[in-house]
């Protein structure tokens, strides 16, 4: 059974820093990412990363911030983002893909739970 555990959301102020993880476990996956929902806005790519090579994609708004990077003894992957503003306030979902796809945003068949990252002004 396949299972995406996320964990590291929290309170912090702008400018503060953040670090998300995601523990996999249950198969192997091509591309794991991480997205994100604010209330009222659709859920929305923020990065990702390939499992074999470790390449990676952001989103516009998080890139030179956010820094995914995965850990394979661990089966994590993690989500560090500094210089944190208001408008990255929103629910942060692991997800994972057992297939590949050209586009980082498309093919995720595997979502955790979410964990809340709230950012005061």
């Known amino acids: 059974q396949v299972q995406l555990v996320e964990s590291g959301g929290g309170l912090v102020q702008a400018g503060g820093s953040l670090r998300l993880s995601c523990a996999a476990s249950g198969r192997t996956f091509s591309t794991m990412a991480w997205f994100r929902q604010a209330p009222g806005k659709e859920r929305e790519f923020v990065a990702g990363i390939r499992w074999s090579g470790g390449s990676t994609n952001y989103a516009d708004s998080v890139k030179g911030r956010f820094t995914i990077s995965r850990d394979n003894a661990k089966n994590t992957v993690y989500l560090q983002m500094n210089s944190l503003k208001p408008e990255d306030t929103a629910v942060y979902y692991c997800?994972?893909?057992?297939?590949?796809?050209?586009?980082?945003?498309?093919?995720?068949?595997?979502w955790g739970q979410g964990t809340q990252v709230t950012v005061s002004s």
């Open positions: 997800a994972a893909s057992a297939v590949y796809h050209s586009d980082y945003k498309r093919g995720y068949l595997y």
